[in-house]
């Protein structure tokens, strides 16, 4: 399983962000994916997550409204649009699945190496 993040970056308080996650090694049509975030000297926070077809959505409360997560089964990308961005959103973003190799079995947990975000005038 491989997942590799893109698109953070530093942008000023009010912009906009898109992340992508691209997924390989897996059945990714068939599985759940989230994104979470790390600032420095916090642990690290569930963002948003999103079912295996797309079509359920969860947010954390923090950014209700201002983030949308989607995803792309033809592409094996997941992906979060990231609105109204403010200084407090900084972190670091990881991509999140967990898959198993069947039912009964445990599930096992992947990360992706985190893409920068920096919100700052």
């Known amino acids: 399983v491989q997942l590799v993040e893109s698109g953070g970056g530093l942008v000023q308080p009010g912009g906009s962000l898109r992340l992508s996650c691209a997924a390989s090694?897996?059945?990714?049509?068939?599985?759940?994916m989230s994104w979470y975030r790390q600032a420095p000297g916090k642990e690290r926070e569930l963002v948003a997550r999103?079912?295996?077809?797309?079509?359920?959505?969860d947010y954390a409360d923090s950014v209700k409204g201002r983030f949308i997560i989607s995803r792309d089964n033809a592409k094996n990308t997941m992906y979060l649009q990231m609105n109204s961005l403010k200084p407090e959103d900084t972190a670091v973003y990881y991509c999140?699945?967990?898959?198993?190799?069947?039912?009964?079995?445990?599930?096992?947990?992947?990360w992706g190496q985190g893409t920068q975000v920096t919100v700052s005038s």
């Open positions: 999140n699945t967990k898959t198993r190799r069947a039912y009964g079995y445990s599930w096992t947990p992947y």
């Open positions: 090694g897996f059945t990714f049509s068939s599985y759940a």
């Open positions: 999103v079912n295996s077809d797309g079509s359920s959505t």
